[in-house]
T-cell receptor, first 116, second 114 residues
Framework: AQTVTQSQPEMSVQEAETVTLSCTYD???????LFWYKQPPSRQMILVIR??????QNATENRFSVNFQKAAKSFSLKISDSQLGDAAMYFC?????????????FGKGTRLSVIA | DSGVTQTPKHLITATGQRVTLRCSPR?????VYWYQQSLDQGLQFLIQ???????AKGNILERFSAQQFPDLHSELNLSSLELGDSALYFC?????????????FGPGTRLTVT
């Protein structure tokens, strides 16, 4: 079974600075998707960024980018120019790409605080 | 707004009782997933339905059951409730096939068992 580990329960960053959240995963599959979800105090799950395992290029969405190291099974999220609205729980998630949509496997999350 | 709706938003009930949580997926999405998020924890997958049929099961207790109806809405039934069942229950939906890599989450139902 696949597992996702987020080793940083809490992180903090100064406004306008850069922060990196770590995520490692364990799988024997070669084709899969990786995601970062944001959960603000409203508890809504918001997709931040996704990465297809077959793509070597790291995904980028505005201020959010990932460092995907397939061999190391590492998938970190970098937030640049941090804003107060970035404060939230961040969850790393894995999904198998085998046929038929499959459920997500989540890490336990990292709580990010942004200091003004 | 993800397009996925869940009712009710909040539910408070007593131990031993039974409740039903309802989810309506995005228009056209055939897959529905149920997840449980206990206090300050990650989301745990419970069960998945595709076009009315159960497709995958996760860590779902025997006291819990679900179904998906012909109009594709889904219900999660929780019975003989215990204090530990207090959690946020999310429903998500996705398209089938290559476009289905993303799951769209509803706002969740917060269940409190007293």
């Amino acid at each position: 079974a696949q597992t996702v580990t987020q080793s940083q329960p809490e992180m903090s960053v100064q406004e306008a600075e850069t922060v990196t959240l770590s995520c490692t995963y364990d799988t024997s599959e070669s084709d899969y998707y990786l995601f970062w979800y944001k959960q603000p105090p409203s508890r809504q799950m918001i997709l931040v960024i996704r990465q297809e395992a077959y793509k070597q290029q790291n995904a980028t969405e505005n201020r959010f980018s990932v460092n995907f190291q397939k061999a190391a099974k590492s998938f970190s999220l970098k937030i640049s120019d941090s804003q107060l609205g970035d404060a939230a729980m961040y969850f790393c998630a894995y999904r198998s790409a085998r046929s038929g949509n499959t459920p997500l496997v989540f890490g336990k999350g990292t709580r990010l605080s942004v200091i003004a | 707004d993800s397009g996925v709706t869940q009712t009710p938003k909040h539910l408070i009930t007593a131990t031993g009782q039974r409740v039903t949580l309802r989810c309506s997926p995005r228009s056209g999405d055939l897959s529905v997933y149920w997840y449980q998020q206990s206090l300050d924890q990650g989301l745990q997958f419970l069960i998945q339905y595709y076009n009315g049929e159960e497709r995958a099961k996760g860590n779902i207790l025997e006291r819990f059951s679900a179904q998906q109806f012909p109009d594709l809405h889904s219900e999660l039934n929780l019975s003989s409730l215990e204090l530990g069942d207090s959690a946020l229950y999310f429903c998500a939906s996705s398209e089938e096939g290559l476009l289905g890599y993303e799951q769209y989450f509803g706002p969740g139902t917060r269940l409190t068992v007293t």
